[in-house]
């Protein structure tokens, strides 16, 4: 029997499909307290984590019999992969488990950004009527998606686009301009600047490595059609916060809906507070009902396989 320690939340149904194999301390609110987490670690076959658990440095030295690293989600900037694997470990993401969860998001706030008439509950209650200020809204359909990133989430999203009548036009660095998932998903396949120059709505879908650090920075949203919406669920530290506000505020861009920050949770940011246009959510775009479900289950079913071959 090999001991699974998960140190942030996880589906309890699929906690409960690991404990009859394996002993299993589940503690969500273990990656708060980095001691205790690597005391548990040093004793653990399977480390199950989320985004806010840093696999790296002396948590990784601590992994000392540790063989499998379950991720429940698909972003990995969080774990040294390199050293993981250099100690034996696997390191195993929820690949495609949340990518309608983040889709529906971005086509959720690309629709509400470009309406631009659901901030006015108060007002039409308090007795006001502002028709003509919100009857300038834009409709979804015609209007061009460019996705920065052609991964199984940036695939989603254009499926849910085109069923609403956007044109999609996408760029991935890592796939050529022939390569068959393009046409799959009839989807025009462009360089980056025709990307962020020729859509109404452009949403990121990119890991954080160097290349992709500052990619949105005041220059490139300043290249970006006027009125365009810049959604960024992948990873904090790819759009500058201030240029994208200062954007908004001079009416360059018409709306932003930025669920990563370069710090979890975001320290108080007067810059940000009362900017027009600007949603803001908590790192929630991949985690729904549903997708925490799906992420959590495949998770487990991975992780009882990978600890069943280390077995045989």
């Given at each position: 029997?090999?001991?699974?320690?998960?140190?942030?939340?996880?589906?309890?149904?699929?906690?409960?499909?690991?404990?009859?194999?394996?002993?299993?301390?589940y503690d969500p609110g273990l990656v708060d307290d980095a001691l205790r987490l690597q005391?548990?670690?040093?004793?653990?076959?399977?480390?199950?984590?989320?985004?806010?658990?840093?696999?790296?440095?002396?948590?990784?030295?601590?992994?000392a019999r540790c063989r499998v690293v379950g991720r429940l989600g698909v972003g990995l900037?969080?774990?040294?992969?390199?050293?993981?694997?250099?100690?034996?470990?696997q390191v195993i993401p929820a690949t495609g488990a949340n990518a309608l969860s983040v889709?529906?998001?971005?086509?959720?706030?690309?629709?509400?950004?470009?309406?631009?008439?659901?901030?006015?509950?108060?007002?039409?209650?308090?007795?006001?009527?502002?028709?003509?200020?919100?009857?300038?809204?834009?409709?979804?359909?015609?209007?061009?998606?460019?996705?920065?990133?052609?991964?199984?989430?940036?695939?989603?999203?254009?499926?849910?686009?085109?069923?609403?009548?956007?044109?999609?036009?996408?760029?991935?660095?890592?796939?050529?301009?022939?390569?068959?998932?393009?046409?799959?998903?009839?989807?025009?396949?462009?360089?980056?600047?025709?990307?962020?120059?020729?859509?109404?709505?452009?949403?990121?879908?990119?890991?954080?490595?160097?290349?992709?650090?500052?990619?949105?920075?005041?220059?490139?949203?300043?290249?970006?059609?006027?009125?365009?919406?810049?959604?960024?669920?992948?990873?904090?530290?790819?759009?500058?916060?201030?240029?994208?506000?200062?954007?908004?505020?001079?009416?360059?861009?018409?709306?932003?809906?930025?669920?990563?920050?370069?710090?979890?949770?975001?320290?108080?940011?007067?810059?940000?507070?009362?900017?027009?246009?600007?949603?803001?959510?908590?790192?929630?775009?991949?985690?729904?009902?549903?997708?925490?479900?799906?992420?959590?289950?495949?998770?487990?079913?991975?992780?009882?396989?990978?600890?069943?071959?280390?077995?045989?």
């Open positions: 029997m090999a001991r699974i320690v998960i140190s942030e939340f996880m589906d309890e149904r699929a906690v409960a499909l690991l404990r009859p194999r394996h002993e299993v301390l005391a548990e670690a040093a004793a653990c076959d399977a480390l199950v984590v989320r985004n806010r658990t840093q696999v790296r440095g002396d948590l990784v030295r601590a992994l900037d969080n774990i040294d992969v390199a050293a993981c694997e250099a100690q034996g470990m889709a529906e998001y971005v086509v959720a706030s690309a629709m509400l950004l470009l309406r631009g008439a659901f901030a006015s509950s108060s007002d039409v209650a308090q007795g006001r009527w502002p028709r003509n200020a919100l009857s300038q809204g834009r409709e979804t359909a015609g209007k061009t998606l460019g996705i920065i990133g052609f991964g199984s989430i940036g695939q989603t999203t254009a499926r849910l686009a085109r069923g609403l009548g956007m044109d999609v036009i996408a760029y991935d660095a890592l796939l050529g301009a022939g390569d068959a998932v393009f046409g799959q998903a009839g989807v025009r396949c462009a360089t980056l600047d025709e990307v962020i120059g020729q859509s109404d709505v452009v949403t990121l879908h990119v890991p954080l490595v160097e290349a992709t650090r500052g990619l949105f920075g005041a220059a490139r949203i300043a290249s970006m059609k006027r009125g365009a919406v810049l959604i960024n669920t992948s990873r904090g530290h790819i759009v500058d916060l201030a240029a994208l506000a200062a954007a908004l505020r001079s009416g360059q861009l018409g709306g932003g809906a930025i669920d990563v920050f370069d710090a979890e949770p975001l320290p108080p940011s007067p810059g940000l507070e009362d900017c027009p246009n600007l949603v803001l959510t908590p790192h929630i775009s991949g985690v729904s009902a549903e997708s925490n479900e799906r992420v959590s289950f495949m998770i487990a079913e991975r992780v009882l396989q990978a600890l069943a071959a280390e077995v045989s």
